[in-house]
């Protein structure tokens, strides 16, 4: 694995062969070969996602089936917080669609994980998650040992996905 182009990799983390973080607060990176990567976050069964278009709240079976039918690259990561659904369902309900790096998919995460507004990329509260120790274990859906990390991007490649998204 060619380490310099990721900014984040999962490698030192425990891969888990099934996923079955349906008890747990689950971090979901989509499209982990993309830049920028797409993600979500599950509680329980109830997946929750703020994309260019709106929001999600779908039951994670729906996404594992979308994930498998597609064929997306996906990593999932059980984080050690403790929240309630509704906590999770009242900070999304704030936030109408992603259309800025500011207001990405990462901001209703961040704040649910009350992260700060300075961590831009998703790289960047991967770190501070693990140099917590707040990971516990990843899995990995369509996903080769040589694409497990974040390739590298900034700022400016949000912007640019979500303004063409918005075209």
């Known amino acids: 694995m060619d380490k310099s182009k990721f900014d984040f990799t999962f490698g030192h983390l425990n891969p888990m062969t099934n996923y079955n973080g349906v008890e747990d607060l689950s971090l979901?990176?989509?499209?982990?070969?993309?830049?920028?990567p797409h993600v979500g976050l599950s509680v329980g069964d109830v997946f929750f996602s703020l994309k260019s278009n709106g929001r999600d709240e779908i039951p994670v079976?729906?996404?594992?089936?979308?994930i498998e039918k597609k064929n997306i690259k996906c990593i999932v990561l059980n984080l050690k917080f403790n929240l309630n659904i509704r906590e999770v369902r009242s900070i999304f309900g704030t936030y109408d669609h992603a259309f800025s790096a500011q207001t990405s998919c990462l901001a209703p995460i961040?704040?649910?994980?009350?992260?700060?507004?300075?961590?831009?990329?998703?790289?960047?509260?991967?770190?501070?998650?693990?140099?917590?120790?707040?990971?516990?274990?990843?899995?990995?859906?369509?996903?080769?040992?040589?694409?497990?990390?974040?390739?590298?991007?900034?700022?400016?490649d949000i912007e640019k996905r979500l303004n063409l998204l918005h075209a």
Do not use: A, C, M
């Open 28 to 36: 979901w990176v989509f499209h982990i070969d993309k830049i920028p």
């Open 61 to 66: 079976n729906k996404v594992i089936q979308i």
């Open 110 to 156: 961040k704040e649910v994980l009350n992260i700060s507004k300075n961590v831009i990329k998703l790289s960047e509260l991967l770190s501070h998650l693990n140099d917590r120790n707040k990971i516990s274990e990843y899995h990995g859906f369509n996903v080769t040992k040589s694409e497990l990390g974040i390739l590298s991007y900034g700022p400016e």
